[in-house]
Structures are given as C-alpha cells and as structure tokens.
C-alpha cells in the first residue's frame, strides 16, 4: 500500500494534467491572459492551480460566466475527488441542472466501462462509490451576490486506490470521464436553455 502522501501527489498530477489539457484544447477558441494584454480586451479563458485545487474560467462579456474546478480533498485518511462548477449568468435554472445531475449518476455508477482485464469487472460505483444525494455527495452553495457552486464529492474506494494509482490511464480516464466531463456536459445543456 502506497503511503498517503504519494497517493495524494499522484492524484493532485493527473488532475492538473488534466485540466491544463483541457484549457490547452479550448486556448485557440478563446482570448487567454496573455493575449487579453496585447488586445487590450478582457480575458476569456484563465487557469488557475494551487496546490490540489485546479480551475477553469470561462467568460465572455455578459454572455458567459463560469468557472469549472476539478480538486483532491482528504478528509481523516479518505481520499475524495470533487468536481465543482460555479455560475453567475442569470436566468440559469439551478434546480433543473441538479436533477439532471443526479438522474445522470443514478444510471452511470452502474456502468462498467473498461476492457482491461484487471478493471473489466468493476462498475464506476465500485471503484469510486458516488450515491447524487443532495447534501451527501452533491453540495449547493448558493451566495447572494456570488456565483452559486455545485460541487460533486466523489470517494475514491480504498480497497481499490493502489490498483488504480498503479494504471495511470484507467486513473486518468475514470477523472475526467466520470467526475468531470458529464459535469460541463450536463452544465453546458442547461446552459444554453436558459431564459
């Protein structure tokens, strides 16, 4: 069993490899920091990553305002993945996006989506046990005047944590795959349906 502290280290590098691949991809589509100086424009694009916890904000004028994070948490020895998304544009249906959320991780904990014998046989619940209760695993921070922030608390399971820690990319694809990117899916549909 690997000590706490390389767990934690190896986690922490493949969600920031994970969210500077992500705003690498989405760079030429929006003004970044650098290229908001030599424009003279705000920004459109910005990354930010401080010790475990790692983020993306996207804004456009009074269009778009959002921020994704993707951040490891222990908490007594238990290792978490927490996913979070923050809005400030108005007219979005917050209670809607949660139901969807959760109707979305009610069917999808269930899947065994890997080929490689040594993960064939395990569900993403088995691996990462994530039951979308709200106040359980689904937290709403909901500020005046702030962005409201939806944050996913994802387990990672301790019977499982060495194995996955020793297959980087199972690691890698279960990060992004299950914690993150049905987040900004689900986030971006909502989106585009509000009033």
């Not at 927490?82 to 809005?87: I, T």
């Not at 922030?149 to 399971?157: A, D, G, M, P, Q």
């Not at 992004?176 to 549909?189: G, Q, V």
């Amino acid at each position: 069993m690997a000590p706490l502290e390389q767990k934690k280290q190896l986690l922490n590098d493949t969600i920031r490899t994970i969210m500077e691949d992500w705003y690498e991809r989405c760079k030429p589509h929006y003004v970044t920091v650098e290229e908001s100086r030599q424009l003279g424009v705000e920004p459109e694009l910005k990354h930010f990553s401080e010790d475990s916890s790692h983020r993306i904000k996207f804004g456009r004028a009074d269009d778009l305002d959002v921020t994704y994070g993707l951040n490891l948490l222990e908490e007594e020895g238990q290792l978490f993945i927490v996913s979070s998304v923050n809005n400030k544009t108005a007219g979005f249906d917050l209670d809607a996006f949660i139901d969807r959320l959760k109707t979305y991780y009610w069917r999808a904990r269930n899947e065994k989506p890997w080929t490689r014998p040594a993960f064939d046989r395990y569900t993403y619940e088995d691996v990462m046990p994530f039951e979308p209760h709200l106040g359980g695993t689904v937290f709403l921070d909901a500020r005046k005047s702030k962005a409201d922030i939806v944050r996913l608390h994802f387990l990672l399971n301790p019977d499982h944590e060495d194995q996955l820690l020793a297959e980087p990319e199972i690691l890698g694809d279960l990060l992004e795959n299950y914690c993150l990117s049905p987040l900004r899916r689900i986030f971006a549909e909502a989106y585009r349906k509000k009033t």
